[in-house]
């Protein structure tokens, strides 16, 4: 038996109204809860994260050591390069240029307020046909 409920990812920013709408492009997510210091969002998957308001956040530096990683997030996808330019589009910053070498190749972003984040190619079980 679980001890907990599921959860929710929720990360600090000091504009939860403009990352929430960068997470809603990226997972097709729809808004779910706000209040005047957080907003929670549902991916169609069920897939929720939520932003709080923190006037004082600051960004992660990642990959640099001060400040490093307060957070990380990985979404798999089917096709980086695709991937790549919807996150570009909706305000994302790559932060690593080189691919991972490997079943799953991956790429580093940070969102808007600077959180990093992973994009990892689906690792394909069968070889395609035709």
């Known amino acids: 038996m679980a001890l907990v409920n599921a959860g929710v990812v929720v990360l600090d920013c000091a504009e939860p109204e403009k990352l929430a709408e960068f997470y809603k492009g990226l997972l097709g997510a729809e808004g779910t809860d706000a209040t005047a210091n957080r907003i929670e969002i549902r991916s169609a998957d069920g897939f929720r994260m939520a932003f709080r308001r923190d006037v004082n956040a600051t960004p992660p530096s990642w990959p640099r050591p001060e400040n490093s990683l307060q957070a990380h997030l990985d ?3 089917d096709d ?19 691919d ?7 790429r580093g972003y940070s969102d808007p307020a600077g959180h990093s ?3 990892r190619r689906t690792a394909q ?3 395609k046909q035709g």
């Open 117 to 119: 984040f992973t994009l």
């Open 125 to 127: 079980t069968a070889p």
């Open 75 to 77: 979404f798999w996808v």
């Open 80 to 98: 980086l390069d695709e991937a790549e330019r919807g996150v570009v589009e909706l305000g994302g910053r790559p932060v690593e240029a080189k």
């Open 100 to 106: 991972a070498l490997g079943v799953h190749e991956e």
